[in-house]
């Protein structure tokens, strides 16, 4: 299975629940960034360059385990900056396992090793390896020789030890066709289980955009991914895919997927900032999200963004017979 089973009934109770309650706007994923800083610099890294005047706060404990409390998400993915160099990052993963929450890290695996000695294998628990190609792509992208290398050890490792492991792969103007299949079945190979794939995000702080794909490039990169899908554990949904191979139009769901940083609830979505609010009850107030919704905003013109697209395949589920099969069958195989 592509996404664990626990996770799918977890979510589909919690969607019942809030249909049940007349909510029309809720999350379905936290992205916690409790931290802005990392150990490496990535070519396309939105964040460093947008936090660079915060980029040494991190957030107190008990804020970052309210901040999952306060919206309710039954998905927390644990990002940043690197999250394994968050000094409570530890006590953070156990109080959200506790909480029943479906805990994801994102990290470049490079501070894997202490963090396994301090938090076992649990079902709530996975990892998200950052790996944007072979060995020399990925080097290049995260400018450090070795980083490559050191996430297919901690891979390893991480099986090895009973995590699940996932990864997450950007796909850039320069990644061919050919390696996202070489990186698609290595990846297999080593026993993922499962590999998201998302084209370059446009942050509005960088001006470097010459390394994401056009729009006319895309289609065909991501016919490579959703053949591949149909052999690997490529947990991409098959709607987002016929998305951004351009066969079908999606609207975006930015507020299923909410970002709280040390600054605070950042809005209108993961990608762009309108500002960053107090609370989380502040932000919905703030946010016009049918405005979102409907891509009315100039920068959401060449945005792709799993995060606001994947909630709306989630949303949607089980208003076409056809779809839900489709994406019944991916989740099963
Ligand atoms: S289309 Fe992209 S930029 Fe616009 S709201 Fe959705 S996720 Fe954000």
Known sequence: ?????????????????????????????????????????????????????????????????????????????????????YKHIAPLTQGLIEQQRHTMICTNAILLERFVKQVAPSPYLSFNIHIDGMRETHDRVVDRDGIFDKCVAMIRMLKDKGYRVQTNSTVFKETSAEEIEELVRFLGGLGVDGMLLTPGYHYQVLTNDDIYLKSEEMPYKFHKVRKLAEDYKIINTPIYLDYLVGERDLLCSPWTTVTRNPRGWKGPCYLITNGHYQSFKELHGATDWEFYRTKQDIRCRNCKLHSGFEGTVALEFGQSLRDSWRMVRHYLS
Not at 34 to 40: D, E, T, V
Not at 46 to 75: F, H, N, S, W
Request: aromatic letters at 4%; charged letters at 25%; one cysteine or more.
């Open 1 to 85: 299975m592509r996404i664990p089973l626990r996770q799918m009934i977890d979510l589909g109770r919690y969607m019942r629940r809030q249909k049940r309650l007349g909510e029309k706007y809720y999350p379905l994923v936290l992205m916690l960034e409790p931290l802005h800083a990392c150990n490496l610099a990535c070519v396309g890294c939105g964040r460093i360059v947008e936090y660079k005047d915060t980029i040494r706060d991190q957030m107190p404990l008990e804020e970052a385990l309210a901040a999952a409390t306060e919206c309710g998400a039954p998905i927390v993915s644990i990002c940043g900056g690197e999250p394994l160099m």
